[in-house]
């Protein structure tokens, strides 16, 4: 079963700080960018991202799949912060070849990011997030 939530971001992580964007590779190609339905290229951009978590700041990094014509992290330099479009985490369940439970795949996408200086925001400091 699998099953996707829209986050929202603002109330989830004090920041997220761009690394970088490279393309998604299709699965067992190590040459061949992976696609949408739609035709549309698949990028991933991974983040640093903080949150609190048992009253204490927990940071970790995330790796969240746009799908865009373009590299959507062109001009964006390593150490921006960042506002994520249409944030959503998606989560299926993992099955041996028994098919019993074996643990969840998580995994993260957007519809697009910009830096928070493009939204007039700035990244708020751990102890003022939500958790």
């Known amino acids: 079963m699998i099953q996707n939530y829209k986050i929202d971001q603002a109330r989830t992580f004090a920041t997220l700080m761009l690394l970088g964007v490279s393309p998604k590779l299709a699965f ?22 903080e949150f609190r978590a048992f009253g ?16 959507p992290g062109d001009g964006l330099a390593p150490g921006t912060f960042m506002e994520l479009i249409d944030f959503e985490i998606g989560v299926m369940e993992k099955r041996n070849r028994e098919g019993q439970p074996i643990g969840v795949q998580v995994w993260y996408r957007a519809s697009s990011m910009r830096p928070i200086s493009a939204t007039g925001g700035k990244p708020r400091p751990a102890a003022e997030a939500v958790s």
């Open 56 to 71: 204490r700041p927990v940071r970790e990094l995330i790796n969240v799949t746009i799908e865009a014509e373009r590299n």
């Open 28 to 49: 067992g190609d190590n040459e061949r960018q992976e696609t949408s339905k739609a035709g549309l290229p698949k990028w991933v951009a991974q983040l640093a991202a």
